[in-house]
Nanobody, 124 residues
Framework: VQLQAYGGGLVQAGGSLRFSCAASGRTFNSIPMGWFRQAPGKEREFVAAISYAGRTTSYADSVKGRFTISRDDAKKTVYLQMNSLKPEDTAVYYC??????????????????WGQGTLVTVSS
């Protein structure tokens, strides 16, 4: 699985951004997907995840109610809608994929495939 992330940029606090992550391969609809982020000097942390078939979603407490993860299996794409952005959301964001039919995971170690990072900077 190869992942290509799009989106990111500079936004003011309170604003919104939307990431998309396009996957290659024929098995996307059976792959759980996740978003992680890494701020300067910090470890990579979980943001959100969605199960294959999209029935289950999971969010970090810090983004719950502000971020929404979704997927479009026909387009082999997972999205992260980010609203009410805060300066502490500033980080490099990564999309990631697990192996087929696994459950969602909030650990980076649970993901086998990673996209390139894309930077989000939220100004106050």
């Amino acid at each position: 699985v190869q992942l290509q992330a799009y989106g990111g940029g500079l936004v003011q606090a309170g604003g919104s951004l939307r990431f998309s992550c396009a996957a290659s391969g024929r098995t996307f609809n059976s792959i759980p997907m996740g978003w992680f982020r890494q701020a300067p000097g910090k470890e990579r942390e979980f943001v959100a995840a969605i199960s294959y078939a999209g029935r289950t979603t999971s969010y970090a407490d810090s983004v719950k109610g502000r971020f929404t993860i979704s997927r479009d299996d026909a387009k082999k794409t997972v999205y992260l809608q980010m609203n009410s952005l805060k300066p502490e959301d500033t980080a490099v964001y990564y999309c990631a994929a697990r192996n087929q039919y696994y459950a969602v995971s909030d650990s980076p170690n649970g993901y086998e495939y990673w996209g390139q990072g894309t930077l989000v900077t939220v100004s106050s």
